[in-house]
């Protein structure tokens, strides 16, 4: 089987990962690495060491374990979406969320010629190289030289030569330099209105094309607006695209009866429980009451008294209310005590009320659940706004 250059534009013709290549070691959600395959290195981590040499022959998307045998990890084939996680950031750049979207808008696909400005740190160059791939061609623009010879050594690197043309270039001053050649537009500009006109040359005169600009401020997307307008592009929108993550709950959904069931069970419980309760409470306090006699014993002795104080083993155990009453042979004025208005329960006593054709409470109901989302307190706000506009052969003969 031929094997071919790796690319981020095109998966080999086989699988293998070979002395030379680029991976991306996948840790984590949060944690992946790029790195070259060279034999006799190593790449480190808090799970261990894997060496270079033990990844060539294997095939991407093998599972690594560390020499110690307490992580792995995965090697990936480098991808433009896995770029834009691992790359280094020389400037603000475009994640997958508005990569996607834009790209749809613009109507991309393999043929195609574009342009960009700016590059940036190449974010989205490696998605629009990957997708006009492999007859299309994208005319980037950067007006930083450094970013410039950043970004040319990466394209090198991943294979993206062949479809990527750079150039260092301020175009809101200096223009394009391109007439009739592409088919979409994306400014990534502070003032994407400056560069208009020149993108308005630079479509393919005799076809529809889009254009989209990526603006933070709606002061800029206000100008930009009227820059289309005026140049005579047509079907101009704006959207805001937000990534928002909904956290998943069930929710119990109690009739009326159930839920006055349930509560008549947890009272039954509390009821049950307060005998231990008070047993406890008094125990407690026949403690505190011996510290104090022993404390004061010496002191009641020189007064011919003690001041100890014992709790009586009715107060210790009381009588726990209950309602295990044998029904068949008292009858209800017999279970229950009678109360008017002169009678009175005294501090200490307890009355059982008992009524007859009501079953017993249950406590383990189970009701009908319904699946709903709430979004989390903290969530990533607005990034920037993308307007998007549409060239005809018309507006090119304004």
């Given at each position: 089987m031929s094997v071919t250059r790796q690319s981020f534009a095109s998966y080999k013709d086989n699988n293998t990962i070979e002395n030379g290549d680029l991976v991306v070691l996948y840790l984590g959600k949060e944690n992946l690495n790029l790195i070259r395959i060279q034999d006799g290195q190593e790449f480190c981590c808090k799970f261990g060491k894997y060496k270079h040499a033990d990844m060539i022959g294997l095939e991407f998307g093998t599972k690594l374990g560390s020499n110690t045998g307490r992580g792995f990890v995965y090697l990936l084939y480098p991808t433009p979406e896995l770029w834009t996680l691992v790359l280094p950031h020389r400037t603000q750049i475009l994640y997958i969320a508005d990569i996607s979207f834009v790209m749809d808008f613009l109507n991309l696909k393999p043929g195609m010629s574009m342009i960009e400005s700016g590059t940036g740190s190449g974010s989205f160059s490696h998605s629009i190289a990957r997708t006009i791939a492999p007859s299309g061609h994208l005319y980037t623009f950067e007006y930083h030289q450094e970013r410039v010879n950043a970004a040319t050594k990466e394209f090198e690197e991943h294979g993206l030569?062949?479809?990527?043309?750079?150039?260092?270039?301020?175009?809101?001053?200096?223009?394009?330099?391109?007439?009739?050649?592409?088919?979409?537009?994306?400014?990534?500009?502070?003032?994407?209105?400056?560069?208009?006109?020149?993108?308005?040359?630079?479509?393919?005169?005799?076809?529809?094309?889009?254009?989209?600009?990526?603006?933070?401020?709606?002061?800029?997307?206000?100008?930009?607006?009227?820059?289309?307008?005026?140049?005579?592009?047509?079907?101009?929108?704006?959207?805001?695209?937000?990534?928002?993550?909904?956290?998943?709950r069930v929710l119990p959904m109690w009739t009326i009866e159930e839920?006055?069931?349930?509560?008549?069970?947890?009272?039954?419980?509390?009821?049950?429980?307060?005998?231990?309760?008070?047993?406890?409470?008094?125990?407690?306090?026949?403690?505190?009451?011996?510290?104090?006699?022993?404390?004061?014993?010496?002191?009641?002795?020189?007064?011919?008294?003690?001041?100890?104080?014992?709790?009586?083993?009715?107060?210790?155990?009381?009588?726990?209310?209950?309602?295990?009453?044998?029904?068949?042979?008292?009858?209800?004025?017999?279970?229950?005590?009678?109360?008017?208005?002169?009678?009175?329960?005294?501090?200490?006593?307890?009355?059982?009320?008992?009524?007859?054709?009501?079953?017993?409470?249950?406590?383990?109901?189970?009701?009908?659940?319904?699946?709903?989302?709430?979004?989390?307190?903290?969530?990533?706000?607005?990034?920037?706004?993308?307007?998007?506009?549409?060239?005809?052969?018309?507006?090119?003969?304004?």
């Amino acid at each position: 089987m031929s094997v071919t250059r790796q690319s981020f534009a095109s998966y080999k013709d086989n699988n293998t990962i070979e002395n030379g290549d680029l991976v991306v070691l996948y840790l984590g959600k949060e944690n992946l690495n790029l790195i070259r395959i060279q034999d006799g290195q190593e790449f480190c981590c808090k799970f261990g060491k894997y060496k270079h040499a033990d990844m060539i022959g294997l095939e991407f998307g093998t599972k690594l374990g560390s020499n110690t045998g307490r992580g792995f990890v995965y090697l990936l084939y480098p991808t433009p979406e896995l770029w834009t996680l691992v790359l280094p950031h020389r400037t603000q750049i475009l994640y997958i969320a508005d990569i996607s979207f834009v790209m749809d808008f613009l109507n991309l696909k393999p043929g195609m010629s574009m342009i960009e400005s700016g590059t940036g740190s190449g974010s989205f160059s490696h998605s629009i190289a990957r997708t006009i791939a492999p007859s299309g061609h994208l005319y980037t623009f950067e007006y930083h030289q450094e970013r410039v010879n950043a970004a040319t050594k990466e394209f090198e690197e991943h294979g993206l030569s062949d479809y990527v043309t750079l150039q260092c270039r301020d175009v809101c001053k200096e223009g394009f330099g391109l007439e009739n050649k592409v088919d979409a537009v994306f400014l990534d500009l502070p003032a994407p209105w400056e560069a208009v006109a020149s993108a308005k040359k630079a479509f393919k005169q005799n076809k529809m094309g889009k254009i989209c600009t990526f603006s933070p401020c709606i002061e800029q997307i206000s100008k930009t607006v009227t820059a289309l307008s005026e140049q005579g592009f047509v079907d101009i929108q704006m959207f805001e695209c937000l990534i928002r993550f909904n956290e998943l709950r069930v929710l119990p959904m109690w009739t009326i009866e159930e839920a006055l069931e349930k509560e008549r069970a947890a009272e039954k419980k509390r009821k049950r429980a307060l005998p231990r309760v008070i047993r406890e409470q008094l125990k407690k306090d026949r403690q505190d009451s011996d510290n104090v006699g022993a404390e004061d014993e010496a002191g009641g002795d020189l007064m011919g008294t003690s001041n100890k104080r014992r709790c009586t083993d009715a107060e210790l155990n009381p009588t726990p209310v209950t309602d295990d009453t044998d029904y068949s042979t008292k009858s209800p004025r017999e279970s229950s005590p009678t109360l008017s208005p002169g009678n009175k329960i005294s501090q200490g006593e307890s009355a059982t009320f008992i009524t007859f054709g009501q079953d017993e409470p249950r406590e383990d109901i189970e009701p009908d659940n319904i699946l709903v989302t709430r979004l989390p307190v903290e969530q990533r706000g607005h990034t920037s706004y993308l307007l998007f506009a549409t060239f005809t052969p018309i507006t090119g003969e304004n």
